[in-house]
């Protein structure tokens, strides 16, 4: 592929604020002379890639703002495939603005946000997918999410999808040339073969759509609503998992009216924790408001854990809300509070009643919360293996499922007998989708949207 070399932009690529250094990108046609007749020291245009040089940065008058390291990285052998200059100076915000002064005097502009990945991206540095993965790895704040935007920075799923897809275009290529035989019985895409492929892309595209629930609660955090009836310990409990005084307790019934959320990191994965109303009849207005949010967490939940006063509560109803539980297809757990106030041969019958769903706490003393918080982590490992692919993009999962129902109709066409025509342009769809998800189609508004979401240096 031809590198193109743009017009030289340049961006503070650390973040900005006082520190003890800052890092200086510029990127583009001419971006190692432009830097050189700022910078003393040795001559940039005679230095090799990858190497590191010392001097001083001087304004025209010859002053000098900083003295600064400067990293050399010609092109194609960088970031954005362009010549690219990096100069490490003191983290003055004074100094900054200086050396960047002097750089628009040479002639180079100030980089739109996500232009240097942009310009990755464009000179076939990775594919839309992994770029998206760029601006994910420096907004993750948890392992999980990190791990996740690592595998989709070294190709996660894109490079797979890529491959078939140019199978998938080739079988489209010999329908299309079918089209310009339509008076002439001829078939020149195998359907069964045609079939296979589908089936093989349909392998990849329905796991990845598939994980997209867990996906996008690892990126957002995994919403773990707490739910009971009043008086159960939620707040006891929310106060005991976050270790501070998060929510009032109080043995008054109904003291939560409102939802309390807050943050909690446990084993690299980032939950949302909710704490809710009560779940009961509501005796006035205001109360009714904080039952009918707790049932609207429920439905956005990942992780529900229904809390409960295990002495004043009996089996039967346990039974009836486990019911109701399994029906939201959430994962769940029924935590039985205040063990304290029951024997062990007790709380091994309520184990046996309930299994593995069931687990006992004292959420006043944190007593057994480790095995709560290792169930609660259990749930997303099983559905997210470490190292496996996990989407956390809405807009790749849309083109997937996209993708998925374009390739449905081609064999439900397939199985139909269907005209070329149809199945042509079903095969186009799907192509379509595929395209965009990888960036291998693009237009200028799609482009603009995802990079204006970048900060401004990468």
Not at 96 to 101: D, E, K, N, S, V
Not at 225 to 243: M, Q, R, Y
Not at 344 to 371: C, M, Y
Not at 386 to 404: A, K
């Amino acid at each position: 592929m031809t590198i193109l070399q743009q017009e030289p932009i340049a961006a503070l690529a650390t973040a900005p604020g006082i520190g003890a250094i800052a890092v200086i990108r510029v990127s583009g046609n001419n971006a190692i002379d432009l830097t050189s007749r700022i910078f003393r020291g040795k001559d940039l245009n005679q230095q090799p890639s990858h190497t590191v040089h010392f001097g001083t940065i001087r304004d025209q008058e010859n002053a000098i703002i900083d003295e600064v390291l400067v990293s050399l990285f010609r092109s194609p052998a960088s970031f954005t495939r362009e010549d690219v200059v990096e100069i490490s100076c003191h983290g003055s915000e004074y100094v900054i603005r200086q050396i960047l002064r002097l750089l628009l005097k040479e002639g180079v502009r100030m980089a739109q946000p996500g232009e240097f990945t942009q310009r990755a991206f464009l000179n076939g540095q990775f594919d839309l997918v992994q770029a998206e993965a760029v601006a994910d790895l420096i907004a993750a704040d948890s392992e999980a999410t990190h791990r996740a935007a690592l595998t989709q920075l070294r190709g996660g799923f894109s490079k797979q999808l890529k491959t078939l897809r140019q199978q998938l275009i080739e079988f489209a290529a010999l329908i299309e040339l079918e089209l310009d035989f339509g008076e002439e019985d001829v078939e020149f895409a195998k359907r069964d073969d045609l079939r296979k492929l589908v089936f093989a892309i349909q392998r990849v595209l329905r796991p990845l759509i598939e994980s997209f629930s867990v996906g996008n609660a690892i990126k957002n955090g995994v919403a773990t609503v707490i739910a009971g009836k009043p008086n159960a310990g939620k707040s006891t409990l929310l106060n005991a998992l976050l270790n501070e005084e998060k929510a009032i307790v109080s043995d008054i019934p109904g003291t939560t009216r409102d939802v309390i959320e807050d943050e909690l990191f446990i084993d690299g994965i980032r939950f949302r924790l909710i704490d809710t109303a009560g779940l009961r009849q509501a005796t006035d207005t205001i109360e009714a408001i904080g039952v009918e949010r707790t049932r609207q967490q429920l439905d956005k939940a990942a992780i529900i854990i229904y809390l409960f006063d295990v002495a004043e509560t009996a089996v039967a109803e346990i039974t009836e809300v486990e019911t109701e539980l399994k029906q939201r297809n959430v994962p769940y757990l029924l935590v039985a509070n205040k063990m304290d106030k029951l024997s062990s041969d007790e709380i091994d019958q309520w184990r046996l009643d309930f299994g593995k769903e069931l687990v006992p706490i004292q959420a006043n003393t944190g007593k057994n919360l480790d095995e709560m918080t290792r169930r609660m982590t259990g749930f997303v490992k099983t559905n997210a293996i470490p190292g496996s692919t996990v989407v956390t993009n809405l807009r790749h999962y849309q083109h997937l499922t996209q993708t998925d129902a374009a390739l449905v109709r081609v064999l439900d066409g397939i199985d139909d007998g269907t005209t070329q025509d149809w199945i042509a342009l079903e095969l186009r769809d799907a192509l379509h989708h595929l395209g965009e998800l990888t960036g291998e189609i693009t237009n200028d508004d799609l482009l603009a949207t995802i990079f204006s979401k970048f900060c401004i240096g990468k």
